[in-house]
């Protein structure tokens, strides 16, 4: 079964805290992604890597960084975690499946910044 | 630019019946895949259908089948015998092939969120 794994399912942190999203997928996926969700506004592509050590950002990636290091293991840095960042936050990854590329995601974060 | 368009903010079923979720995109290229999820209160995105721009035929899994009108370019979702499980917020979304790094992502649209009355 295909599994991505997300650290936390809520998180509380201060304004200014450096705040570490992390996501493992066990499929031996190429893509990962991180998106926000916000009422209203739909899910947002924040940042995607196509491959260890790549990243190319989303259409919002101000205020957030990534790492990817392992194939397994995709993170969202907030550097400075600001109230404007209180999100829903989903991870998903997605492999050459020639089947749709279809992506699998984790079960989010729920991140208050207060 | 792609464009997903959910007109629906929110349906109403009874149980045992088929509900149609309605999605319309744009998009001026040729290659590209449409999706549909599934996300109950819980939080987590469900995969539930794919049906790709060049599939002759209307992508079906189990109760959900895909009504592919390329012409109009629609892609609703179709839910026969709705269960009280699918409960839910549903998204349409939509990856373009030909979009270089960016053909990775997905588009999607802002939801439906139906309800299946007992």
């Known amino acids: 079964d295909v599994k991505v794994t997300q650290s936390s399912r809520y998180l509380v942190k201060r304004t200014g805290e450096k705040v570490f999203l992390e996501c493992v997928q066990d499929?031996?996926?190429?893509?990962m992604f991180w998106y926000r969700q916000d009422p209203g506004l739909g899910l947002r592509l924040i940042y995607f890597s196509y491959d260890v050590k790549m990243k190319e950002k989303g259409d919002i990636p101000e205020g957030y960084s990534v790492s990817r290091e392992k194939k397994e293991r995709f993170s969202l840095i907030l550097e400075s975690a600001s109230t404007n960042q209180t999100s829903m936050y989903l991870c998903?990854?997605?492999?050459?499946?020639?089947?749709?590329?279809?992506?699998?995601f984790g079960a989010g974060t729920r991140l208050s910044v207060l | 630019a792609q464009k997903i368009t959910q007109t629906q903010p929110g349906m109403f079923v009874q149980e045992k019946e088929a509900v149609t979720l309605d999605c319309t995109y744009d998009?001026?290229?040729?290659?590209?895949?449409l999706f549909w999820y599934k996300q109950p209160s819980s939080g987590e995105m469900i995969f539930l259908i794919y049906?790709?721009?060049?599939?002759?035929q209307n992508a079906t899994e189990g109760r959900y089948s895909l009504n592919f009108q390329k012409a109009r370019k629609s892609a609703n979702l179709v839910i026969s015998a709705s269960q009280l499980g699918d409960s839910a917020m549903y998204f349409c979304?939509?990856?373009?092939?030909?979009?270089?790094?960016?053909?990775?992502?997905?588009?999607f649209g802002k939801g439906t969120k139906l309800s299946v009355i007992p």
């Open positions: 499929m031996d996926h190429e893509n």
């Open positions: 979304a939509m990856r373009d092939d030909n979009s270089g790094a960016g053909s990775y992502q997905l588009t």
């Open positions: 998009t001026s290229d040729p290659s590209y895949g």
């Open positions: 049906q790709g721009s060049y599939d002759q």
């Open positions: 998903a990854s997605s492999g050459f499946t020639g089947a749709g590329d279809i992506q699998y």
